[in-house]
Antibody, heavy 120, light 106 residues
């Protein structure tokens, strides 16, 4: 059974960069079946898809965040990461890492979530 | 982006009730719809995919239906552990989008 675990600072200053890592256990980021995804949840905007990365490094981002997002994958550590630049209070949210197979498939495994607060 | 609209935003129910709530997409998504259950402090858990396909381990009192733009999630004989928030999500296109949720309260 695959498990995902988010890690990273819980507090980020406004205008700085939010960085999170997701460690995958019981499975492999090299699994060609899956796209490794970041989703966030805030009271104001509900559940928001940030984007995904494939093991090859191919990415697809939400256009609403595309100018500030970067994702990477480290196959040697079985991890993938999220960077969100120039954060504001609106980026305060619980950030989840998850996975999906492709269009038509749900997000079937989720991390427990990491609360990130942006402070002024 | 495909907009997902759920109704109602909340509903009150009792153990043993049958509850139904809906999700509407802003354009046809065929059967590319998933339903999730979320409890406070926890990640969402997938219940149904492809509009009506029950995920492994999900009780049979949950069922989904619909296609195109209109979808329904039904819970028969509501159990105490079913009080939670339910989200729909379109799996048809990126960016993936979710409804705003329906909270089932006692």
């Amino acid at each position: 059974q695959v498990q995902l675990q988010e890690s990273g600072p819980g507090l980020v200053k406004a205008s700085e960069t939010l960085s999170l890592t997701c460690t995958v256990s019981g499975g492999s980021v090299i699994d060609t079946s899956y796209y490794w995804t970041w989703i966030r949840q805030s009271p104001g905007k509900g559940l928001e898809w940030i984007g995904y990365i494939y093991y090859t490094g191919a990415t697809r981002y939400n256009p609403s965040l595309q100018s500030r997002v970067f994702m990477s994958v480290d196959t040697s550590k079985n991890q993938f990461s999220l960077s969100l630049y120039s954060v504001t209070a609106a980026d305060t949210a619980v950030y989840y890492c998850t996975r999906e197979r492709d269009s038509g498939w749900p997000f079937d495994s989720w991390g427990q979530g990491a609360l990130v607060t942006v402070s002024s | 982006d495909i907009q997902m609209t759920q109704s109602p935003s909340s509903l009150s129910a009792s153990v043993g009730d049958r509850v139904t709530f809906t999700c509407r997409a802003s354009q046809s998504i065929h059967s590319y719809l998933a339903w999730y259950q979320q409890k406070p402090g926890k990640a969402p858990k997938v219940l149904i995919s492809a509009a009506s396909s029950l995920s492994s381990g999900v009780p049979s009192r949950f069922s989904g239906s619909g296609s195109g733009t209109d979808f329904t999630l039904t819970i028969n004989r509501l159990q105490p552990e079913d009080f939670a928030t339910y989200y729909c999500q379109q799996t048809y296109d990126t960016p993936r989008t979710f409804g705003q949720g329906t909270k089932v309260e006692l």
